[in-house]
């Protein structure tokens, strides 16, 4: 049984920072594609930021120079650091890991951008 289990969200100010963490258990994260996902109210699930794991990241067009995905094959956890936050990015964030074809979700947390 795979569990990811997101830590990190909060209120924050626009132009303020929150690192969000995702810590998988189980034996595939390092085996495992890693993502982070968002979704607003009233739009679609969207893919914010991923990490392969040799290390490769791809971002989203609209956090790419303000977002920041990192890995921890030690820890099993996969981080997102965000900075400069904007009103915009308020959403739940999700972590998804792709292990072989197999996708796996985590509950979500909650970030708020908003003064």
């Known amino acids: 049984q795979v569990h990811l289990v ?8 626009p132009g303020g920072s ?14 495992a594609l890693m993502c982070w996902y968002r979704q607003a109210p009233g739009k679609q699930r969207e893919l ?9 990241t791809n ?6 120079g303000r977002f920041t995905i990192s890995r921890d094959n030690v820890k099993n ?9 904007k009103p915009e990015d ?16 985590g509950q979500g947390t909650q970030v708020t951008v908003s003064s």
Do not use: P
Not at 59 to 64: H, M, T
Not at 78 to 83: A, D, G, H, K
Not at 90 to 105: E, K, L, P, R, S
């Open 77 to 85: 956890t996969v981080y997102l650091q965000m900075n400069s936050l």
């Open 48 to 56: 914010v930021a991923r990490v392969t794991t040799g290390g490769t």
């Open 90 to 105: 308020t959403a739940v964030y999700y972590c998804h890991a792709i292990y072989y074809g197999i996708n796996y979700w």
């Open 6 to 13: 997101e830590s990190g969200g909060g209120l924050v100010q």
């Open 59 to 64: 971002y989203a067009d609209s956090v790419k």
């Open 18 to 31: 929150l690192r969000l963490s995702c810590a998988a258990s189980g034996s595939i994260f390092s085996n």
